[in-house]
């Protein structure tokens, strides 16, 4: 489905300016965005079954260890590049899915909600405006002032989705490793992930989480070895997988 960028066969567009995209309930054979309605964020695959994505629709993707969900996410990230057709992101896109990347471990978690920031495009007196806000909604406390090394995988999932979920992106992308932290601060940050998808976001995420995903998502994808096997509403496609 996806490598790492050296493919020259297929390609990958990103912009800020998509046109009209196709209803998340059809079953299209790659389609992408109409040309009468512009401005608008969205993003789709040139796959068969891959439906074009818009603003306030939410999609889980299923599939068993090693399907290819994670794959799917950073080929829409740009990280990886398409091994065949294309894939059309339109709009600003906020990764959570490598807990590594824009951010350093030897600072404090402070340091690291504006090192994040800039990795997504923020400037840093946008994120220190937003410090406040994002130490309130993570509860890590004193914790903020020490090194990141010192977190557990759970605090720093608290950590980075307080600064994707600030800055209000365009496009989330949310890999099952959000799931470890604890179920009260979960269902603190599905009310917080609901109200970015009604402000016009769009969310891809991956889980094996069926309850939460039955909440979170209101269309599911299946890929089963890197190929999509159904799409549609989330409690149908469950059943088939």
């Not at 057709?85 to 030897?106: N, Q």
Request: glycine content about 12%; proline content about 5%; charged content about 25%.
């Amino acid at each position: 489905m996806g490598q790492r960028k050296k493919s020259e066969k297929a390609s990958t567009k990103r912009g800020d300016t998509p046109n009209r995209p196709e209803s998340l309930q059809q079953k299209t054979e790659g389609q992408g965005p109409r040309e009468s309605e512009e401005l608008r964020p969205g993003l789709g695959l040139g796959e068969k079954g891959m439906p074009w994505l818009q603003p306030g629709q939410t999609l889980v993707l299923l599939g068993s260890s090693g399907a290819g969900k994670s794959t799917l996410l950073r080929l829409l990230s740009g990280i990886y590049e398409p091994t065949r057709g294309s894939a059309d992101v339109r709009g600003r896109v906020a990764p959570v899915f490598d807990l590594g990347v824009g951010m350093d471990p030897e600072v404090s978690g402070y340091d690291n909600i504006i090192i994040r920031g800039l990795f997504l495009g923020q400037s840093i007196k946008q994120m220190k405006k937003k410090m406040d806000e994002i130490a309130e909604f993570s509860e890590l406390g004193d914790y903020l002032s020490m090194p990141l090394r010192t977190y557990s995988t759970g605090m720093r999932v608290r950590l980075a989705l307080g600064v994707v979920t600030s800055i209000e992106p365009e496009i989330l992308l949310l890999d099952e490793g959000i799931g470890a932290v604890d179920a009260a601060f979960m269902a603190k940050a599905r009310v917080r992930l609901q109200e970015l998808v009604k402000r016009s976001g769009i969310l891809v995420f991956a889980s094996h989480s069926n309850d939460f995903l039955a909440q979170l998502c209101n269309t599911a994808l299946w890929i089963d070895h890197g190929e999509i096997r159904s799409v549609g509403e989330v409690s149908e496609v469950v059943g088939q997988y």
